[in-house]
């Protein structure tokens, strides 16, 4: 793709959140953050730090899985880096910018906001993720009282989550316009649809699969996305769009205990992913082969050693929530009337990036699987070449177009991307309103129970710790995204007040 392509691709995106919904009246944080001197949140945008070019990036997720596309940033290399014209030169095009990183990881998962009413919550803490990457602030820790007052400001957000993008990206920008702040938001959703449509040709016929969080299937953000872009390409195919929320998969992976607890070996009651008796997410036991459900390592709960005379099942490991959701998916499609195959899935949640093998693993047995009969069940509805897509690369791509365009890359020629920090937000324990369940995090009816307008700190964002870290994710992060690892074990090893984030260091 040619310079004007990227331009007109930046362009579309900064255009894309009016697809999704128009921003509503604005958030009491809003108040807050501009005009409360005295509170937590107030930024003097008059004394913004200066110049631009010389302040970091800011992304920030729901939780670790947004690492994934700070990956893409951190080994991004399609431009020259003196020229600027597309075409790689074996230097990292963003060598020279530092990021620094947030998970949001208190109140994740974000998917789950719309379906128990409370949008306008989760715009209030898309707003506060804004807040901290634009202000000065942050906690060494979860016990300290008092807030530091020297993290350093930035010159452009990537919002890193699908479902921020798709519900809060509209709202969050006509925040930023209220500041007199003129810096780049990137957002994943159109960048993801356009990178998904490369791979069709103009009369070619196709699925294409929308594998994300509950929250961003239920916001139609893709899908509205995808059908526009096909009108405005000119697409004459019959291409088909199904949607498959993987309600519990981002959960999962960040281990939020609702949804999997490692160290119990039988069916709990707090447990709320799919089972024989969830109405929306029930396991189908006629299709338990199909499923092929891991079960070593307390992979699976059940109430029984065989598994086909369980009365109660439970997932207890990410790759199994993989089996049951692209199962159902391949059951969508099938009992769809003639539906076109898949040619592409979109991993629309930045989490599921950490599960690819899984997700390839998974299509492999799913394309050979024979039912009783001796036939393919699924093979006539996966193409033979799949794409599955990671929206990160693309993300990535209209980032450097942004800066460029606004003049923001850093001139130095220090390598500051080893200087990137990490973030995550962990309870507020000093905050007596806070309610925690017996492994420090809210509260599953604490966290979907607040109401946006109480504005109250519920959170301390601190650096990334051996507290709020486990050693099952940063091994994750050692395996799928080894250069990111390293920035994050750099910034710990040179923060002396946190435990030093080594994946092989036991706890």
């Known amino acids: 793709m040619n310079k004007s392509l990227f331009k007109i691709a930046f362009l579309a995106g900064l255009c894309f959140s009016l697809k999704f919904s128009v ?149 969050a920008v006509a925040f930023l316009n209220t500041t007199g702040l003129n810096i780049p938001v990137i957002g994943v959703i159109n960048a993801a649809a356009r990178g998904t449509l490369s791979f069709f040709d103009k009369k070619e016929n196709g699925s294409i699969a929308v594998f994300a969080t509950v929250g961003t299937i239920a916001s139609k953000g893709y899908e509205r996305t995808l059908r526009q872009q096909i009108v405005e390409g000119n697409f004459t195919g019959d291409i088909e769009i199904f949607n498959q929320g993987g309600y519990g998969l981002a959960e999962a992976v960040d281990e939020e205990p609702d949804f999997i607890r490692k160290n119990v070996k039988e069916p709990r009651k707090e447990y709320r992913g799919p089972s024989l008796d969830n109405p929306n997410y029930r396991i189908d036991q006629a299709l338990l082969e199909v499923y092929n459900f891991k079960k070593d390592n307390s992979s699976l709960l059940c109430d029984n050693q065989n598994v ?83 929206p990160s690369v693309y993300v990535a791509q209209e980032l450097y177009t942004a800066l460029n365009s606004k003049s923001l890359f850093n001139d130095s020629k220090n390598p500051l991307m080893t200087k990137s920090e990490f973030y995550i937000s962990v309870p507020n324990v000093t905050n007596k309103n806070v309610k925690l369940d017996a492994e420090g995090r809210f509260t599953y009816d604490y966290k979907y129970g607040r109401n946006a307008g109480e504005i109250q700190e519920y959170v301390k964002v601190v650096p990334f710790d051996r507290k709020n870290i486990s050693e099952e994710t940063l091994k994750r992060f050692e395996s799928l995204i080894p250069n990111t690892y390293k920035l994050i074990q750099n910034f710990s090893k040179e923060n002396p007040k946190t435990r030093y984030l080594k994946a092989e260091e036991k706890i």
């Open 308 to 390: 086909d005379d369980c009365s109660i099942i439970q997932l207890n490991d990410a790759e199994n929530y993989v089996r049951y959701h692209l199962v159902s998916l391949m059951e969508q499609m099938r009992k769809a009337d003639k539906a076109q195959p898949l040619k592409a899935i979109i991993l629309g949640c930045t989490h599921y990036p950490f599960l690819i093998k899984e997700i390839k693993q998974v299509f492999d047995e799913l394309r050979n699987y024979k039912g009783k009969d001796g036939n393919y069940v699924y093979r006539n509805l996966i193409s033979e070449n799949l794409h599955i897509i990671d």
């Open 23 to 171: 921003a509503q009246t604005p958030l009491k944080i809003e108040e807050n953050i501009l005009k409360e001197p005295n509170n937590y949140y107030y930024i003097n945008f008059q004394n913004y730090a200066t110049p631009l070019n010389k302040l970091p990036i800011g992304v920030f997720d729901s939780g670790t899985g947004g690492l994934t596309v700070l990956d893409a940033l951190v080994n991004f290399d399609q431009f020259n880096n003196h020229t600027k014209h597309q075409g790689k030169d074996g230097i990292l095009d963003f060598e020279s910018e530092k990021f620094i990183y947030l998970a949001d990881q208190a109140n994740m998962p974000y998917g789950n906001y719309n379906a128990t009413g409370k949008d306008d919550l989760l715009k209030e803490h898309i707003i506060k993720d804004f807040q901290f990457l634009l202000s000065n602030k942050y906690y060494q820790n979860s016990n300290q009282t008092s807030f530091q007052k020297d993290k350093e400001q930035v010159k452009a957000i990537v919002i890193a989550c699908n479902t921020a993008t798709a519900y809060g990206y509209e709202d």
